[in-house]
């Protein structure tokens, strides 16, 4: 299922009853009405065909908004040294699909070939595999890309946190290295650094799992790597996914956001509350509900 909130936009999973609350300015609820319509483009790799698809972005904000806007993310701004990118970020995209499946060739290995079509055929039959959101876990990376979320930037670190599930990332800028004994989870292990105005983050150490709630499999040898760049009152995220397991090549998926609206606040979720199609033992939901 994806549940649509008060203002419009699309929430993930299959949580039918999570609960939102929270209050909204009218200027918030009308720039997030629209956003509508996924917002992710697919961009091969190298050596293949190139191929965009480019859905439709929400506009700018008008001039006296956008002024407004960004006096309110400055407040979150804290590294003077580099490009401001913080602020709160609207995707209005749905984390249903990565990419659009029917113009996309899926640079899978046929062991995750099978494994995604066994997802397919699965909910073909009215008994599709639980969704992880469904049972309230972490969006985790790369997923994570899909959401509206929170920047904090400062020198050390840069933290990023999503209204649905209250998820929270951390990147680290210092230049810390990936712990030797690192386990790996939902969110990996993410290290920063600037390119000149672009972010560059190197995300390892993820539990496998799937990009959308169609379920394009990924391995735990995943490794994603963000190029980040801010203009104006839009953050575009180029995100290539290397994954020698599960992909015969790297590919690329562009993610953009808008900055919000003045005024705009998160409101609470709760991912529990209400579950009415939990998934059972052997983690299906009932009658296809996605």
């Not at 929430?11 to 209050?23: H, T, W």
């Not at 300015?25 to 956003?35: D, E």
């Not at 091969?44 to 001039?63: E, M, V």
Request: glycine share 10%; hydrophobic share 35%.
């Amino acid at each position: 299922m994806n549940k649509r909130s008060a203002n419009g936009r699309r929430q993930g999973g299959n949580v039918e009853g999570s609960s939102r609350r929270g209050a909204r300015s009218v200027i918030a609820r009308t720039q997030a009405a629209r956003l509508a319509g996924s917002l992710i483009g697919l961009l091969l790799t190298a050596g293949q065909a190139r191929a965009q698809f480019t859905p439709p972005i929400a506009p700018p904000l008008p001039p006296d908004q956008a002024r407004l806007a960004f006096q309110d993310a400055a407040k979150l701004y804290g590294d003077p040294a580099h490009p401001n990118i913080s602020g709160i970020w609207l995707s209005g995209a749905s984390n249903f699909s990565w990419v659009d499946y029917s113009k996309t060739e899926l640079p899978l290995t046929p062991k995750y070939a099978a494994i995604f079509q066994k997802w397919k055929d699965m909910a073909a039959k009215g008994t599709p595999i639980a969704d992880p959101v469904a049972q309230c876990l972490a969006f985790g990376m790369p997923r994570f890309t899909t959401m509206d979320f929170t920047l904090i930037q400062t020198p050390g670190r840069i933290t990023e946190y999503t209204e649905v599930l209250h998820e929270v990332r951390e990147v680290y800028m210092d230049g810390r290295p990936v712990p030797r004994d690192w386990e790996p989870t939902r969110g990996g292990r993410a290290n920063g650094r600037w390119e000149g105005d672009t972010l560059v983050i190197e995300t390892v150490g993820m539990q496998a799992g799937t990009l959308d709630q169609v379920g394009l499999p990924y391995s735990d040898k995943l490794k994603a790597v963000e190029r980040i760049k801010r203009s104006g009152d839009l953050l575009t995220d180029e995100i290539t996914l290397i994954d020698p397991e599960a992909y015969t090549r790297p590919f690329t998926t562009i993610h953009r956001w808008r900055l919000a609206p003045p005024g705009y606040e998160f409101g609470e979720y709760v991912c529990g509350e209400n579950q009415r199609n939990p998934p059972d033992a052997n983690g299906l939901t009932k009658g296809g509900s996605r």
